[in-house]
């Protein structure tokens, strides 16, 4: 994103004249004053480049849920057929741990 849709930067600021009259401002005031804007102004334009190098930054990383887990979003399209197999996998360790537990009378059943 570019910066050029501000009027303003520092440069502009520095560089800008102000014409003098009879009972004009104290032009020393005015250029301290004019000083702490373009301080002002450099930090925030830092900030800015910043917090969009961090957005860029933030928006190419997997999404990931509170407990660090991948989410949906992250996980590949092939993981569905593995999950079903180890989903079956599981099925059947629990079925052959009943039928240990509970005997022929469950597997009948």
Known sequence: M???KYKLDGK???EKDFKTSMRGYNQEEVDEFLDLIIQDYETFHKEI???QQENQRLK????????????QRMRPIGS???????NYDILKRV??????VFGKKYAEE
């Open 49 to 51: 480049e910043q917090l």
């Open 95 to 100: 079925s052959n741990l009943e039928k240990a």
């Open 60 to 71: 190419k990383q997997p999404v990931r849920d509170k407990d660090d887990q991948p989410t």
């Open 80 to 86: 569905t057929t593995q999950n079903h197999q180890v």
């Open 12 to 14: 502009t600021i520095l």
């Open 2 to 4: 570019s910066q050029q």
